[in-house]
């Protein structure tokens, strides 16, 4: 794939990632059993993803022990009607930490969300138990399609045209 084919997936991936404000996140307990859950998220220019998730919710607690999180932004099944399989979505690999209220970057990080999300966020903002995680990606893979999946690097400046999806997929040539 020549060097401009992989600038052009950059460009769809950047593109597609700024149009959802949402990720589903899958985390693993201390015993190893998967769950699968959903947050609003922003990004920073540095590529990782922010979440801002309640104590009361399993995602928190497993990402608080095992500092681990995979997050999904999909396209709409209603975009991907004629073939569900073939679904575009991008994958973040991620480690989980957690940013104290403490750390000016907390701050920082709830103008970015009181930005994309407004009312609705200043309302949680205030509660207690709620925690901000930085997802710091350590594989994204974009898929547009059958045979279409990408590596980038997580500021989504480079791809590579990888066979398959599992982490270190070689790349396709």
């Avoid at 600038?7 to 149009?19: C, E, N, P, S, T």
């Avoid at 998220?41 to 995602?59: I, K, M, P």
């Avoid at 200043?122 to 059958?146: A, M, N, S």
Wanted: proline letters at 3%; aromatic letters at 10%; glycine letters at 4%.
């Amino acid at each position: 794939m020549t060097e401009e084919k992989l600038g052009q997936v950059v460009i769809r991936a950047r593109k597609f990632l700024i149009a959802r404000r949402a990720v589903f996140l899958a985390t693993v307990n201390d015993i190893r059993i998967p769950m699968a859950s959903h947050a609003p998220f922003v990004r920073d220019d540095e590529g990782d993803l922010f979440v801002y998730t309640s104590a009361l919710s399993q995602h928190t607690k497993n990402m608080n022990d095992t500092h681990r999180a995979s997050a999904i932004a999909a396209d709409d099944e209603s975009s991907s009607e004629d073939n569900l399989f073939a679904r575009v979505r991008i994958t973040f690999s991620c480690t989980a930490e957690v940013v104290e209220r403490s750390n000016p970057e907390w701050l920082r990080k709830m103008r970015l969300f009181s930005a994309a999300f407004g009312e609705p966020f200043e309302e949680i903002r205030q509660l207690g138990d709620f925690t901000l995680f930085r997802l710091r990606p350590i594989e994204v893979v974009y898929v547009e399609g059958f045979g279409q999946a990408y590596r980038l690097d997580k500021k989504l400046t480079k791809s590579i045209h990888v066979r398959g999806t599992q982490p270190g997929a070689e790349a396709h040539r």
